[in-house]
């Protein structure tokens, strides 16, 4: 199994930037395909999941009304469009997936894989 996440840059505040990731070696149904930040100096912090079968969606607080999550089944492709960055959206981005389980799905121990992370960059 393989997860690319890509799409990381540097942007201003209030700039946007769409991260990709790209899944392949498993059938994902019944997963969850998330996304996963880790700032300098903190704790790796959930920002968005979505149900590769059904399309439901869960966000973190601190990311609700700026980012959507989104897939595309027929490329095995997860997005995140990030706008209205601030400086605090600076991290490391991870795409990761886990079985969903909606109870569960913010813990990073419940995820299986992991993809390398892209860098993402706001500046003030």
């Known amino acids: 199994v393989q997860l690319q996440a890509f799409g990381g840059g540097l942007v201003q505040a209030g700039g946007s930037l769409r991260l990709s990731c790209a899944a392949s070696?498993?059938?994902?149904?019944?997963?969850?395909m998330g996304w996963f930040r880790r700032a300098p100096g903190k704790e790796r912090e959930f920002v968005a999941v979505?149900?590769?079968?059904?399309?439901?969606?869960i966000y973190a607080d601190s990311v609700k009304g700026r980012f959507t999550i989104s897939k595309d089944n027929a490329k095995n492709m997860v997005y995140l469009q990030m706008n209205m960055l601030k400086p605090e959206d600076t991290a490391v981005y991870y795409c990761?997936?886990?079985?969903?389980?909606?109870?569960?799905?913010?813990?990073?121990?419940?995820?299986?894989?992991w993809g390398q992370g892209t860098e993402v960059t706001v500046s003030s």
């Open positions: 070696g498993r059938t994902f149904s019944g997963y969850g």
């Open positions: 990761a997936a886990a079985p969903w389980r909606v109870s569960m799905i913010r813990l990073p121990i419940q995820y299986d894989y």
């Open positions: 979505i149900s590769w079968s059904y399309g439901s969606t």
